[in-house]
Protein backbone atom coordinates (compact mmCIF):
# COMPACT_ATOMS: atom_id res chain seq x y z
CA UNK A 1 0.00 0.00 0.00
CA UNK A 2 2.59 2.66 0.81
CA UNK A 3 3.92 1.74 -2.88
CA UNK A 4 1.02 3.21 -4.20
CA UNK A 5 0.71 5.79 -1.81
CA UNK A 6 3.75 7.41 -1.86
CA UNK A 7 3.47 8.34 -5.76
CA UNK A 8 -0.14 9.35 -5.51
CA UNK A 9 0.80 12.13 -2.88
CA UNK A 10 3.31 13.61 -4.95
CA UNK A 11 0.92 13.49 -7.99
CA UNK A 12 -1.70 15.43 -5.50
CA UNK A 13 1.48 18.03 -4.22
CA UNK A 14 2.25 18.35 -8.14
CA UNK A 15 -1.65 19.50 -9.00
CA UNK A 16 -1.54 21.64 -5.30
CA UNK A 17 1.35 23.46 -6.40
CA UNK A 18 0.36 23.75 -9.90
CA UNK A 19 -2.71 24.81 -8.77
CA UNK A 20 -1.52 27.49 -6.49
CA UNK A 21 1.05 28.91 -9.05
CA UNK A 22 -1.64 29.53 -11.39
CA UNK A 23 -3.53 31.07 -8.92
CA UNK A 24 -0.70 33.34 -8.15
CA UNK A 25 -0.04 34.27 -11.51
CA UNK A 26 -3.74 35.60 -11.99
CA UNK A 27 -3.17 37.95 -9.36
CA UNK A 28 0.53 39.09 -9.38
CA UNK A 29 0.64 42.06 -11.48
CA UNK A 30 1.32 42.26 -14.94
CA UNK A 31 5.12 43.18 -16.16
CA UNK A 32 4.90 46.40 -18.41
CA UNK A 33 7.88 47.48 -20.29
CA UNK A 34 10.27 50.33 -18.23
CA UNK A 35 9.27 54.12 -18.69
CA UNK A 36 12.23 55.98 -20.22
CA UNK A 37 13.30 58.31 -17.05
CA UNK A 38 14.05 61.23 -19.35
CA UNK A 39 12.94 62.53 -22.22
CA UNK A 40 14.72 61.18 -25.54
CA UNK A 41 16.45 64.12 -27.66
CA UNK A 42 18.17 64.77 -31.57
CA UNK A 43 20.63 67.24 -32.02
CA UNK A 44 20.96 68.55 -35.40
CA UNK A 45 23.87 69.08 -37.66
CA UNK A 46 23.02 72.65 -36.92
CA UNK A 47 22.40 72.57 -33.30
CA UNK A 48 25.66 70.68 -32.69
CA UNK A 49 27.52 73.51 -35.22
CA UNK A 50 26.42 75.93 -32.91
CA UNK A 51 27.79 74.60 -30.37
CA UNK A 52 30.76 73.82 -31.69
CA UNK A 53 31.32 77.16 -31.95
CA UNK A 54 31.41 77.93 -28.22
CA UNK A 55 34.51 75.54 -28.26
CA UNK A 56 37.14 77.32 -30.11
CA UNK A 57 40.10 79.02 -28.31
CA UNK A 58 43.21 77.46 -26.65
CA UNK A 59 42.67 76.37 -23.71
CA UNK A 60 39.73 73.40 -22.89
CA UNK A 61 36.19 74.36 -23.63
CA UNK A 62 33.37 72.21 -23.10
CA UNK A 63 29.27 71.99 -24.27
CA UNK A 64 27.11 70.05 -22.43
CA UNK A 65 25.24 67.78 -24.37
CA UNK A 66 23.50 65.75 -21.71
CA UNK A 67 23.88 66.11 -18.00
CA UNK A 68 23.42 63.81 -15.82
CA UNK A 69 19.93 63.24 -13.77
CA UNK A 70 17.38 60.80 -14.02
CA UNK A 71 19.46 58.95 -15.85
CA UNK A 72 23.16 57.71 -14.99
CA UNK A 73 24.87 58.98 -18.64
CA UNK A 74 26.54 62.64 -19.11
CA UNK A 75 27.08 63.77 -22.45
CA UNK A 76 29.93 66.52 -23.23
CA UNK A 77 31.51 67.75 -26.50
CA UNK A 78 34.71 69.00 -25.72
CA UNK A 79 37.21 71.18 -27.67
CA UNK A 80 40.42 71.66 -26.53
CA UNK A 81 43.90 73.57 -28.22
CA UNK A 82 47.63 73.94 -26.32
CA UNK A 83 45.91 72.59 -23.26
CA UNK A 84 47.68 70.07 -20.75
CA UNK A 85 45.75 68.69 -17.58
CA UNK A 86 47.40 70.10 -14.15
CA UNK A 87 46.46 66.95 -12.59
CA UNK A 88 45.77 62.95 -13.52
CA UNK A 89 42.22 62.15 -12.31
CA UNK A 90 40.59 58.71 -11.55
CA UNK A 91 36.76 58.16 -10.84
CA UNK A 92 34.97 55.72 -8.23
CA UNK A 93 31.82 55.65 -9.69
CA UNK A 94 32.38 56.92 -13.62
CA UNK A 95 33.24 55.29 -17.18
CA UNK A 96 34.23 57.51 -19.93
CA UNK A 97 33.58 56.56 -23.66
CA UNK A 98 36.39 59.21 -25.81
CA UNK A 99 35.22 59.56 -29.56
CA UNK A 100 38.42 61.63 -31.48
CA UNK A 101 36.31 63.98 -33.80
CA UNK A 102 39.36 66.07 -34.41
CA UNK A 103 42.79 66.75 -33.64
CA UNK A 104 44.83 64.23 -31.53
CA UNK A 105 46.36 64.40 -28.25
CA UNK A 106 48.12 62.10 -25.93
CA UNK A 107 46.53 60.49 -23.34
CA UNK A 108 48.39 58.61 -19.94
CA UNK A 109 46.09 55.53 -19.25
CA UNK A 110 46.07 53.26 -15.99
CA UNK A 111 48.94 52.80 -13.01
CA UNK A 112 48.71 54.70 -9.75
CA UNK A 113 48.02 58.04 -8.58
CA UNK A 114 51.67 59.59 -6.72
CA UNK A 115 49.77 61.03 -3.46
CA UNK A 116 46.19 61.01 -4.69
CA UNK A 117 44.11 63.75 -2.93
CA UNK A 118 40.32 63.69 -2.84
CA UNK A 119 38.59 66.79 -4.20
CA UNK A 120 34.99 65.82 -4.09
CA UNK A 121 33.12 62.40 -3.39
CA UNK A 122 35.37 59.37 -5.05
CA UNK A 123 36.98 61.91 -7.60
CA UNK A 124 40.62 61.76 -7.32
CA UNK A 125 43.56 63.89 -8.87
CA UNK A 126 47.17 63.70 -8.21
CA UNK A 127 50.00 64.90 -10.73
CA UNK A 128 51.94 62.43 -11.20
CA UNK A 129 51.09 58.23 -11.59
CA UNK A 130 53.20 55.26 -11.22
CA UNK A 131 53.10 52.24 -14.12
CA UNK A 132 51.27 54.50 -16.74
CA UNK A 133 51.33 54.20 -20.04
CA UNK A 134 50.74 56.82 -22.59
CA UNK A 135 48.76 56.34 -25.95
CA UNK A 136 48.64 58.82 -28.62
CA UNK A 137 44.50 59.24 -30.26
CA UNK A 138 43.70 60.91 -33.29
CA UNK A 139 40.38 61.42 -35.44
CA UNK A 140 38.54 58.67 -35.22
CA UNK A 141 39.78 57.00 -32.05
CA UNK A 142 37.57 55.76 -29.81
CA UNK A 143 38.60 54.97 -25.63
CA UNK A 144 36.99 53.17 -22.78
CA UNK A 145 38.11 54.45 -19.57
CA UNK A 146 36.27 52.42 -16.86
CA UNK A 147 36.16 53.97 -13.08
CA UNK A 148 39.03 53.51 -11.18
CA UNK A 149 41.45 53.87 -14.00
CA UNK A 150 44.34 56.51 -13.53
CA UNK A 151 43.74 59.20 -17.20
CA UNK A 152 44.71 62.73 -18.30
CA UNK A 153 45.46 63.93 -21.51
CA UNK A 154 47.91 66.10 -23.05
CA UNK A 155 47.00 68.50 -26.47
CA UNK A 156 50.20 70.61 -25.75
CA UNK A 157 50.63 72.20 -29.72
CA UNK A 158 47.81 70.36 -30.65
CA UNK A 159 44.28 71.10 -31.09
CA UNK A 160 41.62 67.65 -29.91
CA UNK A 161 37.26 68.02 -30.40
CA UNK A 162 35.87 65.28 -28.78
CA UNK A 163 32.73 63.57 -27.32
CA UNK A 164 33.05 62.45 -23.88
CA UNK A 165 30.48 60.15 -22.94
CA UNK A 166 30.27 59.80 -19.09
CA UNK A 167 28.58 56.63 -17.41
CA UNK A 168 27.79 56.22 -13.78
CA UNK A 169 27.78 52.53 -13.20
CA UNK A 170 26.40 53.50 -9.62
CA UNK A 171 23.84 55.32 -10.09
CA UNK A 172 23.35 59.65 -10.73
CA UNK A 173 25.90 61.61 -8.93
CA UNK A 174 24.24 63.17 -6.63
CA UNK A 175 23.60 66.54 -6.83
CA UNK A 176 26.47 69.67 -6.75
CA UNK A 177 25.91 71.42 -3.04
CA UNK A 178 24.25 74.84 -4.15
CA UNK A 179 27.48 77.57 -4.51
CA UNK A 180 27.22 80.43 -2.00
Known amino acids: MTRTVAPALVVVVGIACLVAGAREARTAPARKPAAAPAPYFVKSAASLAEAEKTLQGKGG ?14 IAWRHEEDFEQADLEVHDGKDHVFFVTEGQASLILGGDLVAPREISAGEWRAPKSTNSKTVDVGKGDLVFIPHGTVHGRSVKGKKLT ?8 GGPPPPAPPSK
Open 162 to 169: MMIVSFYP
Open 61 to 74: HAADLLKPGATAVE
